[in-house]
C-alpha cells in the first residue's frame, strides 16, 4: 500500500507503529473483529492468503499469542461488536481446546452486541463433530466452509486435498451440532471444467441446504505458482464466453432456488446475508488479530506483517507491515468500488455527495455518464448500480472511479 497522508510505509515499518498511536488521529467505532488463523492442512497452489503447513506444531502459541493482542485491544472498543470473522488459513485446522480458548477469549475481550454474528471459516475435512461441538458451545452462529467444486478431478486441479463426499459429512456434523447458518464457497472457470460440471456443482451445493452461497471466478495470483504458470502460458484460464456463462449459470440456478442475489460474487437466502462481509462493503471499521490480518478505523488501513515467527516474537501488538490513511479522495474511490458491488447499489443522494467533493469529482462524474451510456452502470429507481453485464466487468469500472 501506499501512503497518501500522514506516516508513510517505510516510516511505519521503522517505527513498528503503535496502532493505539495511530488510531488516536481519529475518532473510531469499530462494528466488528477479524481474527486471521495461518494454518493450513496443504497450501493449494492458486490461494494467495496467507496460509501454511506448520510443521513446528505452533498452534498453541498462536492461540496464546492471540490472547495477549485480544487483551490489548479490548479497551480500544467500548461499544458492542455486531460481527467476527474467524478465517485463515483454516481456523479449523486447531485443536477443539484451542479453539474454545481462541473463541472465550474473543467472547472475554469485548463487549458483544446479543444478536452477534460470528463467523468461522472451515474446510470439510476439519469438520468434525469435536471441532463442530467447539463451534457452538463458544457461541459461533455461523460457518463459512470452501466447498470449491464437487468434480475430484477438478479438485485436483485446484491442489484440493478433500474428497466431494467430505463435504456433505461436515454439513452434517455442523447440523447435528446446531450450526444455524451455513456459507458454502464455490469456484468456478477452474482450467478444462465444463459447464455441465458447474451446473452439478451449483445442483450438489443447493442439495445441501446451505443458507448463503459464494460463487468466486478462479483468479491467477501473480504471487502464487498457479499464477505463475498462467502468465507463462503453462496454464490456460478459461474462455471468457465460458466464465460468464457459468456466472450467469449461478445466476438461474440459485435465483430459481430463492436465493437473493446481493453481492456480485455472494447469494443469500433472504435477510441472512454476510453482515461481516457487508461491514467490509459499507467501508465501516473493523480492527484485526494475528498475523497478515488487516484492519480499517476512521479511514486509516493496516495490515499486520504476514510472518508468524515474527508475529509470535513480537507483542502484544501485532507487528505492522502496511500503513494507509486514505486521501478524502481515496476514500472515496473506495466507498464507489465497494458500494457498487453490492446489487442494492447505491443511492442518488449518496453519489451525488460523494462526486461534491475531492479533486477527481470531474473525472469519476465522466466516468459514470460513460459507464451508463456503455451499459455497464445503470440508474434504476434512484440507485446507481452495475448492469448483468457490468457485474462481469466491474473492475474495469472499478478502476475509473477509483
Ligand atoms: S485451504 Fe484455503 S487458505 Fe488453505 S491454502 Fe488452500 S485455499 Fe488457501
Partial sequence: MASSQGISLQQAAERRMSLPDALAAGTTAFRGAYVHVPFCRHKCHYCDFYSFVDSDGRQRAFVERAKQELEAWSPCVSAPLETLFVGGGTPTMLAPDELRDLLGAIRQAFPWKAKAEWTVEANPETVTPEIAAALVESGVTRVSMGAQTFQPRLLQALERTHDPA?????????????????NLDL???IPGGTLAEWQDDLRRTLDLAPNHVSCYGLMYESNTPLGQRHAKGLVQGAPEELEVAMHEAACAALGTAGFEHYEISN?????????????????DDWLAVGPSASGHASGLRWRNVPRLGDWLADGPWSPVQDVERLSEDGRIGEAFMMGLRLLD???EGRVRDLLASGAKATVRQLAIARHVEAGLLEWVEGTLRLSA??????????????
Fill in 267 to 283: 447469494w443469500s437466502r433472504r435477510g441472512q446475508r454476510c453482515r461481516h462481509n457487508e461491514l467490509y462493503w459499507r467501508n
Fill in 187 to 189: 469456484i468456478y472457470a
Fill in 389 to 402: 453485464r457490468g457485474r462481469m466487468l466491474a473492475s474495469e469500472v472499478a478502476v475509473d472511479l477509483l
Fill in 166 to 182: 467430505s463435504v456433505g459429512r461436515a454439513v452434517g456434523h455442523l447440523r447435528s451440532a446446531g450450526i444455524g447458518q451455513l
Fill in 345 to 347: 447499489g447505491m443511492p
